[in-house]
């Protein structure tokens, strides 16, 4: 049995309704099904901004399928799938860390250790005591260059070691999230130390 209530009750509110609005007009008429998938990720949006949980409950999706006209288990086959849904409620931070090939050589392991050692957790989908912090693994984030990835929620945090690990868990803490991007400097996906290929702008001609 799960160790959570479902709410009694999903709607909404009018940034949800807007932002639905928008996806949905993308589509041509009839199709309004294509947006499922962003419209489950406006139901965790929301969610976050209003229990400071990010998950899809199935009343949500239920507020979903009524949107775009689906049946319900249409959109609870959708949601399900995917590892980007939260099915349960989660901490503040959510990390989600790839151990796949890519990362796994560059340290990947050494990332997760860090992480439960910082949080206290023990295994895979759990959440901190202090209800902060929710441990996923997932495969390949695409980002294999600048392996290895720390994903917090949606922002990544790349080129990790142990100790950028835990200074990265210190700062969420105290509520001060590091820049994202490269913890080495790293330009965007060039080597290490900066590009050496393609040095200069071309001109404007």
């Known amino acids: 049995?799960?160790?959570?209530?479902?709410?009694?009750?999903?709607?909404?509110?009018?940034?949800?309704a807007a932002e639905i609005d928008r996806v949905v007009a993308k589509y041509p008429p009839g199709r309004q099904a294509s947006a499922v998938i962003p419209a489950l990720y406006v139901v965790q949006r929301q969610m976050k901004r209003q229990t400071g949980s990010a998950w899809v409950p199935l009343k949500g999706m239920d507020a979903?399928?009524?949107?775009?006209?689906?049946?319900?288990?249409?959109?609870?086959?959708?949601?399900?799938?995917?590892?980007?849904?939260?099915?349960?409620?989660?901490?503040?931070?959510?990390l989600q860390l790839c151990t796949t090939t890519p990362c796994w050589l560059r340290?990947?392991?050494?990332?997760?250790?860090?992480?439960r050692e910082a949080t206290g957790i023990k295994g895979w989908k759990e959440t901190s005591a202090d209800g902060l912090f929710t441990m996923t693994e997932v495969e390949c984030v695409g980002a294999c260059v600048n392996?290895?990835?720390?994903q917090v929620d949606d922002d990544f945090y790349e080129d990790m070691d142990r100790e950028k690990t835990l200074l990265v868990i210190a700062a969420l803490r105290e509520g001060k999230p590091p820049a994202v991007g490269s913890m080495i400097?790293?330009?965007?996906?060039?080597?290490?130390?900066?590009?050496?290929?393609?040095?200069?702008?071309?001109?404007?001609?």
């Open 1 to 16: 049995m799960a160790d959570f209530e479902q709410p009694a009750h999903f709607a909404f509110d009018a940034d949800s």
């Open 64 to 94: 979903v399928g009524e949107r775009l006209g689906m049946p319900p288990i249409r959109v609870y086959e959708v949601a399900t799938f995917y590892f980007m849904f939260n099915m349960a409620p989660i901490g503040k931070y959510h």
């Open 107 to 115: 340290g990947s392991d050494d990332i997760v250790a860090a992480c």
């Open 147 to 150: 392996a290895p990835i720390l």
């Open 185 to 205: 400097g790293r330009q965007r996906s060039a080597p290490e130390g900066g590009p050496t290929t393609l040095l200069f702008a071309p001109e404007n001609g």
